[in-house]
């Protein structure tokens, strides 16, 4: 029997550090939502560290 894995990373770069920080804080208020699908919102997102990447958004699942 074949045993499927799938794994998902991707990185979305936006215009600004201000932008970044403002999604993580989008998504940080979507999860406390009661009323929100938490199964849509399960994956890792952090903002890579790199000095010329603090504008890119890694997207990676949990």
Avoid at 36 to 48: A, I, K, P, R
Wanted: proline content about 0%; some cysteine.
């Amino acid at each position: 029997m074949a045993c499927h894995f799938t794994q998902f990373s991707s990185s979305l770069v936006l215009n600004s550090e201000a932008q970044a920080s403002y999604a993580l804080t989008l998504l940080d208020a979507l999860r406390d939502d009661e009323t929100t699908c938490t199964g849509m919102l399960s994956f890792d997102v952090s903002v890579l560290e790199a000095e010329d990447a603090s504008n890119v958004l890694w997207l990676r699942d949990a």
